[in-house]
């Protein structure tokens, strides 16, 4: 079965300073992960997908299947990244959903 | 472009008795999906329909059911309700079964069950 795990429920760094939130997964494909965020108010929203390779709002994560994780970075954090934030896995063949991990509060401190 | 739109935006009951929520995706969507979230627990994957089809179900009592209507809409009904039924119920809506990822979000419906 698969499982995506987020070990921290809340991080609170400064302004300016890096952020790492992580996400670890298991599961016996070959795995699809993605980060959705929601900010205050707003809905739950795609922030990127490791397929893309991309770097959205200055984030960015790589997955490492070695370590089984798809952690996500950011060198400065900016007050605005302060939101919920989401990892979740997609299966492959024909039951394709997208299991979510259980969050992570992100607060970035003045 | 208008988003996934869900109703009621709020649904108090109580235990024993049925709810019933609704869910219109994005024009041109094929795929819903139903979102469980309650406190603590993060998003629990209830269902998957598409093209009118259940194609999948997540780890929940058959009380929990629903339907896909041929405009793609979508229904999710929970009868005999329980109290740890209480949640913020979110749909969501993609292109179809063969794309892959990226879900659209509604803003979910809230129930209450006292």
């Known amino acids: 079965a698969q499982r995506v795990t987020q070990p921290e429920k809340l991080l609170s760094v400064f302004k300016g300073a890096p952020v790492e939130l992580k996400c670890n997964y298991s599961?016996?494909?070959?795995?699809?992960l993605f980060w959705y965020v929601q900010y205050s108010r707003q809905r739950l929203q795609l922030l990127l997908r490791?397929?893309s390779r991309e770097s959205i709002k200055g984030f960015t994560a790589d997955l490492n299947k070695g370590e089984t994780s798809f952690h996500l970075k950011k060198p400065f954090a900016q007050e605005e990244d302060s939101a919920m934030y989401y990892c979740?896995?997609?299966?492959?063949?024909?039951?394709?959903?997208?299991?979510f991990g259980s969050g992570t509060q992100l607060t970035v401190l003045p | 472009e208008a988003g996934v739109t869900q109703s009621p935006t709020h649904l108090i009951k109580t235990r024993g008795q049925q709810a019933t929520l609704r869910c219109s995706p994005i024009?041109?969507?094929?795929?819903v999906y139903w979102y469980q979230q309650a406190l603590g627990l993060g998003l629990q994957f209830l269902l998957w329909y598409d093209e009118g089809e259940e194609r999948n179900r997540g780890n929940f009592p058959p009380r929990f059911s629903g339907r896909q209507f041929p405009n793609y809409s979508s229904e999710l009904n929970v009868n005999a309700l329980e109290l740890e039924d209480s949640a913020l119920y979110l749909c969501?809506?993609?292109?179809?079964?063969?794309?892959?990822?990226?879900?659209?979000f509604g803003e979910g419906s809230r129930l209450t069950v006292l």
């Open positions: 969501a809506s993609s292109p179809g079964v063969r794309r892959t990822g990226e879900l659209f």
């Open positions: 490791h397929i």
């Open positions: 024009s041109g969507h094929t795929s």
């Open positions: 979740a896995l997609i299966s492959s063949g024909s039951a394709r959903q997208l299991t």
């Open positions: 599961y016996s494909g070959s795995p699809e």
